[in-house]
Every structure is written in C-alpha cells, then in structure tokens.
C-alpha cells in the first residue's frame, strides 16, 4: 500500500512567486493535516480536511496560502505570492478517522522542502 | 494548551551505549502521546503511542517510552544504540491549536547522532 506521497521533495522560487504544493493521502484516508516546519522551529499545524472540507485552518499563516482538496482525494496548497518567511519543510499527514486514537494514527509523508529567494 | 518541550536538540552517543531523549508534556485533558523519528530523506514515521493503557510502551526498533504523569514527561530509551538510529526524534501530544483533540502539537525535534 502506497504511502503519503508529496511532490515536489524541493521548491526553490523567488519572492512573490507562485507555487503549489501537493499531497496525495493514503487511500481511504478521510483525514488530510498540512503541517510546516520552519527552520529551527518545531512542526506546527495548519489545517484539517475532513474529505472535502475544511474541518479547521485555524493554523494558516495570513491569506497569502489557500489549500484545497477537491474530491476528497489528493489536496494542494498554494502560496501566492511567496515571501522569504515562508521557507521551510512542508509536511502532510493522513488518517482513517480523526475520533478514536486507534484510527487516527496520522501517516506522514516526506515533505516538500520550499526555499523562498 | 497543549505543549511538548524536548531537552536537547542534539544528543550524541556511543553506538552499543543507551540512549535517552527526553520529552515533558503539558495538557489541559488527558494526554495522548506520541514518538515519531524522521530519518533522512524520509517522512516522519511512528515508533511508538500512549493511549492511556500501560504506561510503559514499546516501539519498533526496540525503542520504548515510560508515561508518569507525576512528571509529565514522556521520555524515550533505548538500551544499545545502533548506527541507524541516527535520525531526528519528534514527541508529540494530540491536541492544541487547531482540530483540539485531532491535531499534533509537536516538539522542537532532538537529533541522534550515534559514533561508533
């Protein structure tokens, strides 16, 4: 079974640039977390699809980041425009539930590491 | 709120030798915890959770993590440590800002590194 795939592994754009980032959760997972870490920081939350919705994005930096998951398949999050604060390793995570512990064990993928110039 | 603090964001050890990495926890609820590693190049993977059963846990890789709520800590051993466990070690409570009972709220991370 495939696990949390992110793409790309590395992002390297310049200040008030675009760029998108992708992950694909593992299958059936219902529950998709995005997570950031910054240099030196410790890995934060950002938010929580529940399928399609947004369950919470309570952890999203400023407006400048919009994260989608059509389908309730894979999910996408956009930096528009980028700013040097925002380097750093992307991560995603995905679960079966989010109620009981036993199935809200999150699975992470490797993590997109975005450079801002 | 719940925070995690990890003592130490490099531990070096001896390769044999153990290791202990250590994790205090606050939590305004019952805490459920967690230890993942990341090694290189790869995504975070769980070694082991406490879920409020035995307080003593044991993980892949013969790792193990000891719950004592008087302490609040959470900390993680190994008897003997080998060359590839060298890795960066997150602890991690569910809960805090975001989904509340859903989300992780992580530590600062330690990294392991072991000589031979």
């Known amino acids: 079974e495939a696990g949390v795939t992110q793409f790309p592994s590395h992002s390297v754009i310049e200040k008030g640039q675009t760029v998108t980032l992708r992950c694909d959760p593992i299958?059936?997972?219902?529950?998709l977390y995005w997570y950031r870490r910054v240099m030196g920081k410790e890995i934060k939350f950002l938010l929580h699809f529940v399928k399609e919705s947004k369950q919470d994005e309570s952890g999203m930096p400023n407006n400048r980041f919009l994260a989608e998951r059509t389908g309730g398949t894979y999910s996408t999050l956009k930096v528009q425009p980028a700013e040097l604060e925002d380097s750093g390793v992307y991560f995603c995570a995905s679960s079966q539930e989010a109620g009981t512990i036993a199935k809200n064990i999150q699975y992470f993928g490797a993590g997109t590491r975005l450079s801002v110039l | 709120a719940q925070s995690v603090t990890q003592l130490g964001s490099h531990v070096s050890v001896s390769e044999g030798a153990l290791v202990l990495l250590r994790c205090n926890y606050s939590s305004s609820v019952p805490p459920y915890l967690f230890w993942y590693v990341q090694y290189p190049n790869q995504g975070l993977q769980l070694l082991l959770k406490y879920t409020s059963a035995a307080t003593l846990v044991k993980g892949i890789n013969g790792f193990e993590a000891e719950f004592k709520k008087s302490e609040t800590s959470f900390h993680l051993t190994k008897p003997s440590a080998h060359m590839s466990d060298a890795a960066e070690y997150f602890c991690?409570?569910?809960?805090?800002?975001?989904?509340?009972?859903?989300?992780?709220?992580f530590g600062k991370g330690t990294m392991l590194l072991v000589s031979p």
């Open positions: 299958s059936g997972h219902d529950n």
């Open positions: 991690a409570v569910r809960g805090g800002r975001g989904s509340g009972y859903s989300t992780l709220t």
